[in-house]
């Protein structure tokens, strides 16, 4: 390939311009949103190069950097038919987003605190680029802890992004966001460890097959409900409304992306390795499904503020 360790890439470009960005604050002013942009704009482009290489030698490309031995942590990340296309869709939307951002987040800056200031200008920016490098890592990883830990690297940076440049009830709202999105991460974490216990001490996503019984009913379960959670399906629902009317305009787009990442995740873990558990869940989901799409399209039909229209038609898709 002409890029090398291109998977590897699309994780630490942004980061080191996350550094560089959050590192100069004030003295480099507007060029920071500048630098986040080319960075992303990168990696998009070095995603549209992979996408190209799989389509034309049908090769997934594979990549891992070991951690510890010992506790057999690796970071691998693989970019497939399933994988790539999600991360391509959710980066060009990252880059976007960043580009609307350069102008939108001056605006915002001098509403909330009366003037101009790079220092939060270059920190929304930086924040904002660890936002987008956890999104890419969720997707990519072979391996769950390096998913969890992409996963609350998506949720950090998203907390502060909505308590400094949200809305009036930002603060708030910006709690509600981290408390639901952290439960269902806890969630995620206690079926992990079960897993790990229960299929010969791995955390290898394709490991998952190897657990059988009734412990592949609760690993399967676990999973399941913290990525519902995620999700925001119906009784789970009620962060997302009132997070999409206080988080920056400039992430609209993306907060509904990291809701359909479930999708993904439901997929790429349970379905493809514990289908036969899986299935018996599915008579449920698929009720669970119905009502949560009736009831986002009814909380749709009565909002009368765009941002949580958009919000609670975000509920509804997803089912």
Known sequence: MLFHNPLLQTIIIPIIAAIIVGLMGTRIGRVGGYIACASLTYTTILL????????????????EYVWSEAL????????DGLSLPVAFVMNIICTVCAYYSISYIIHRIEIIYGGENYRLYNLY????LLFAVGLTGVVFSTNMVGMYLFLELV?????FMIDLYGYQDRHRMAMMYFLWNHLGAAFFLAGIVLAYFNNGGSFEIADLARIQGGLAFWVCFLILLGWLIKMAVFGF?????????EHPTSIAAIIATIVGLGNYAIVRLL?????????MFSLPLMVWALITMIYGAFLTLAQDDVKRLYACSTISQNA
Do not use: C, D, M, R
């Not at 549209?48 to 990549?63: K, Q, V």
């Not at 962060?239 to 999409?244: D, I, K, R, S």
């Not at 379905?271 to 299935?279: C, D, S």
């Open 155 to 159: 949720l950090i940076p998203s907390y």
């Open 271 to 279: 379905v493809t390795n514990l289908f036969n558990t899986f299935q």
């Open 237 to 245: 629902h009620v962060w997302l409304p009132h997070a999409h009317g």
């Open 125 to 128: 920016f930086a924040i904002y």
């Open 48 to 63: 549209a190069y992979i996408y190209l290489n799989i389509w034309n030698n049908l090769t997934p490309i594979y990549e």
């Open 72 to 79: 057999k942590l690796k970071f691998s990340f693989l970019a």
